[in-house]
């Protein structure tokens, strides 16, 4: 095999080099160790976000705690508001869900919906061919109502308040989402799927 002088000239430094180094590498460990300490590491970003993600278990009762404190809170105003609200109880034109109930085993809908702020409300519904029927609200509380005459059946609907749609009526029986909307679901008469 032929060398060349400049490769062997190469190698025999970087031999020497090494060896010279060898006796600083011995105890290295020991001296990086020391030297850090009782150092903490520093986090990254990704390791602080995921301490933030996921805390300790002390940080996590303290944000149970104020979960739990905001929702005594929401709860207490509820109540103190909410005794004020037709649909709450006590108010002599509340329809009650058992009304509600009743007209619909007379294949009647009833459809009740609280729009404070509201100047135009109709339901839309495979009823009236998805056609808006008019909600009113004669006594300008806010509530705004509608009863229709129906066969018995499952019927999808929708409220329309000032042109936009709300598909997720609270008395609705169920939801069904099509074309990226929610609908609701109310069945009139003896039951289910158009019976």
């Given at each position: 095999?032929?060398?060349?002088?400049l490769?062997?000239?190469?190698?025999?430094?970087?031999?020497?080099?090494?060896?010279?180094?060898?006796?600083?590498?011995?105890?290295?460990?020991?001296?990086?160790?020391?030297?850090?300490?009782?150092?903490?590491?520093?986090?990254?970003?990704?390791?602080?976000?995921?301490?933030?993600?996921?805390?300790?278990?002390?940080?996590?009762?303290?944000?149970?705690?104020?979960?739990?404190?905001?929702?005594?809170?929401f709860?207490?105003?509820?109540?103190?508001?909410?005794?004020?609200?037709?649909?709450?109880?006590?108010?002599?034109?509340?329809?009650?869900?058992?009304?509600?109930?009743?007209?619909?085993?007379e294949?009647?809908?009833?459809?009740?919906?609280?729009?404070?702020?509201?100047?135009?409300?109709?339901?839309?519904?495979?009823?009236?061919?998805?056609?808006?029927?008019?909600?009113?609200?004669?006594?300008?509380?806010g509530?705004?109502?509608?009863?229709?005459?129906?066969?018995?059946?499952?019927?999808?609907?929708?409220?329309?308040?000032?042109?936009?749609?709300?598909?997720?009526?609270?008395?609705?029986?169920?939801?069904?989402?099509?074309?990226?909307?929610?609908?609701?679901?109310?069945?009139?008469?003896?039951?289910?799927?158009?019976?």
């Amino acid at each position: 095999m032929n060398t060349d002088p400049l490769e062997m000239l190469l190698r025999d430094t970087l031999r020497e080099d090494a060896a010279s180094a060898s006796g600083r590498l011995n105890g290295l460990e020991q001296r990086i160790v020391a030297e850090l300490g009782d150092r903490a590491p520093r986090l990254g970003w990704v390791e602080a976000l995921r301490q933030l993600v996921a805390p300790t278990r002390a940080a996590r009762l303290g944000q149970v705690a104020v979960v739990a404190a905001t929702a005594a809170a929401f709860l207490i105003v509820g109540a103190i508001v909410g005794k004020d609200l037709p649909l709450v109880g006590g108010h002599p034109k509340a329809e009650s869900r058992e009304t509600m109930l009743r007209s619909a085993a007379e294949n009647e809908l009833l459809f009740v919906l609280p729009a404070l702020n509201a100047e135009n409300v109709s339901v839309v519904g495979s009823f009236n061919d998805w056609e808006p029927s008019p909600l009113s609200d004669e006594d300008g509380d806010g509530i705004w109502t509608a009863r229709v005459s129906v066969p018995p059946g499952r019927y999808e609907y929708a409220f329309v308040i000032d042109g936009r749609w709300w598909g997720q009526d609270p008395l609705a029986d169920e939801y069904v989402r099509s074309f990226g909307e929610y609908s609701s679901v109310r069945y009139v008469g003896g039951g289910g799927d158009g019976v």
